[in-house]
Nanobody, 114 residues
Framework: QVQLVESGGGLVQPGGSLRLSCAASRSIANIDLMGWYRQAPGKERELVASITKFGTTNYGDSAQGRFTISRDFAKNTVSLQMNSLKPEDTAVYYC????????WGQGTQVTVSS
């Protein structure tokens, strides 16, 4: 089992940047897949970015070229650097860890507005 705690959300102006962090309760080195998802009001949860235990990354269409996922084994964290933010990036962002099942964090709100 693994507990996940997200941080780093907030209010940012269009064009700005935010860095989200997900802290895991145990080593992430053997977690098959970790990622970030988001859910906007009235919409389904969607993949933002993911990274396998081998370091292979995958990005949703909306994140391509603007967001970067990374991990720190020493701190057991997975981060999401978000640049050139747009109002349509406004959502609750969730950290996910996939082992024998899916584990989710409680989410962190990101609001992009002027």
């Amino acid at each position: 089992q693994v507990q996940l705690v997200e941080s780093g959300g907030g209010l940012v102006q269009p064009g700005g940047s935010l860095r989200l962090s997900c802290a895991a309760s145990r080593s992430i080195a053997n977690i098959d897949l970790m990622g970030w998802y988001r859910q906007a009001p009235g919409k389904e949860r969607e993949l933002v970015a993911s990274i396998t235990k081998f370091g292979t990354t995958n990005y949703g269409d909306s994140a391509q070229g603007r967001f970067t996922i990374s991990r720190d084994f020493a701190k057991n964290t997975v981060s999401l650097q978000m640049n050139s933010l747009k109002p349509e990036d406004t959502a609750v962002y969730y950290c996910n860890a996939r082992t024998y099942t899916n584990f989710w964090g409680q989410g962190t709100q990101v609001t992009v507005s002027s």
